[in-house]
Nanobody, 125 residues
Framework: QLQLVESGGGLVQPGGSLRLSCAAS????????IAWFRQAPGKEREGVSA????????NYADSVKGRFTISRDNAKNTVYLQMNSLKPEDTAVYYC??????????????????WGQGTQVTVSS
């Protein structure tokens, strides 16, 4: 059974940084593209960033380009999301998920599965 576990969330001041981790268990992460999504209260789940199986291809939502960086360490079976210059509007529960299609679209959560339980990120002074 594919299982993902997110960690690294917390409370941070505007302009601060956090690094989220997405650890896989029960399967080898190398075989899958992985994405980060977020969902704020009252809003739809939004794709933040995705990384290909090899790590050679990444894409980002316009709202986080230049501030967030996705990476993966297949030896550790983990994907990371480095978040810098955080803003209050980045406040949300962050989830990672496995791409279930080879031609996945970050804009469509239906292209992903095996969602983790999420980790809360709160940006506030």
């Amino acid at each position: 059974q594919l299982q993902l576990v997110e960690s690294g969330g917390g409370l941070v001041q505007p302009g601060g940084s956090l690094r989220l981790s997405c650890a896989a268990s029960g399967f080898t992460l190398d075989y899958y593209a992985i994405a980060w999504f977020r969902q704020a209260p009252g809003k739809e789940r939004e794709g933040v960033s995705a990384i290909s199986k090899s790590g050679g291809s990444t894409n980002y939502a316009d709202s986080v380009k230049g501030r967030f960086t996705i990476s993966r360490d297949n030896a550790k079976n983990t994907v990371y999301l480095q978040m810098n210059s955080l803003k209050p509007e980045d406040t949300a529960v962050y989830y990672c998920a496995v791409a279930t299609l080879s031609d996945y679209r970050l804009e469509d959560p239906a292209d992903f599965g095996s969602w983790g339980q999420g980790t809360q990120v709160t940006v506030s002074s």
